[in-house]
């Protein structure tokens, strides 16, 4: 019997490599796509978070301290910065939430008050004035008389502090008060632009249509950032004298520089704080904080 004779076998082919596809984006349906004021207040909250994290205004600080956190930074910011530190000693940090302008601003000037009376009554007088200044730009009593009595609270808390800095920065370290100061100040500098309209308009309208919209949106709302604009307003209607050290990253210029905002309403007699020792402020792009010359002592006892 003959034996079966076996079928061929194939030989097993690899298998054939189809072409790979590139992966395919997933399609979020439209309606579980943020929208933009959403994104928008995912943003807010993000900084807001970050910003807590810094105390509203804190105790002076060596200025080698600024210059440490941007060594290994930008190597022109960083010149910049060591060009300022023979002339500015100390910096206090002020929040970076949008309202750093304003509390920056008051502080200084409330720490100059306290120790120098004559300086705090013209301080006080000028306060006092607001009022009827807010009033002239047809701001409501009730929405500001709040505010107002929680300035003057402080300014009269200085009169019996004997040169206690730091009750004056527990009071701009409480939330509630802080704030309310620069509500004041936001609602002072809006009341000058719209009684000053025709002098400041000018600026504006390439953007805002009227004087109105500009200080509705970009000056009575908290936490938006401060411009020139806004800060020549408040230091003329205040009569406040204000050296501003500017502070960027740009390696076109190669050193820092200062800005001074010296005028004052034509129809105040004296300066609240005058040209010769302006108080002093210190810029990085976004950002304020209170800057003290090496020739210049805090209010602190340190």
């Not at 200044?133 to 019996?160: C, P, T």
Request: aromatic share 10%; net charge negative; hydrophobic share 35%.
């Amino acid at each position: 019997m003959s034996e079966a004779q076996a079928e061929p076998t194939s030989t097993p082919q690899p298998p054939t490599a189809t072409p790979s596809e590139p992966p395919k984006t997933p399609v979020v349906p439209a309606e579980t796509r943020p929208t933009d004021e959403q994104i928008l207040e995912f943003e807010t909250r993000v900084k807001e978070t970050e910003a807590r994290q810094f105390e509203l205004v804190s105790l002076p600080l060596k200025m080698d301290v600024l210059l440490g956190e941007y060594v290994n930074g930008s190597p022109s910011f960083y010149e910049k910065l060591q060009q300022v530190v023979p002339k500015y000693s100390q910096f206090r940090r002020c929040r970076p939430d949008g309202d750093c302008f304003y509390r920056a601003f008051a502080f200084a000037w409330f720490e100059r008050m306290l120790m120098n009376p004559d300086a705090l009554d013209r301080g006080m007088a000028r306060i006092q004035w607001t009022k009827e200044l807010l009033d002239r730009a047809g701001f409501q009593e009730l929405a500001y008389s709040d505010f107002l009595e929680s300035v003057q609270h402080v300014l009269k808390s200085i009169k019996n502090l004997d040169e206690d800095v730091y009750t004056l920065l527990a009071n701009f370290q409480d939330p509630e008060l802080s704030n309310s100061i620069v509500v004041h100040l936001r609602f002072v500098t809006s009341a000058y632009l719209k009684v000053k309209e025709d002098d400041y308009l000018p600026f504006i309208l390439e953007v805002w249509p009227t004087m109105h919209q500009y200080c509705a949106n970009c000056v009575e709302a908290m936490g938006q950032e401060c411009e020139d604009l806004m800060i020549t307003a408040l230091a003329k209607a205040l009569g406040i004298s204000l050296e501003v050290v500017y502070l960027d990253a740009s390696a076109q210029v190669d050193t820092f520089s200062t800005i001074r905002f010296d005028q004052k309403d034509e129809n105040m007699e004296e300066w609240c704080v005058g040209p010769e020792n302006p108080i002093c402020l210190l810029y990085r792009p976004g950002h304020y904080d209170i800057a003290y010359k090496t020739t210049e002592q805090t209010a602190s006892k340190e």
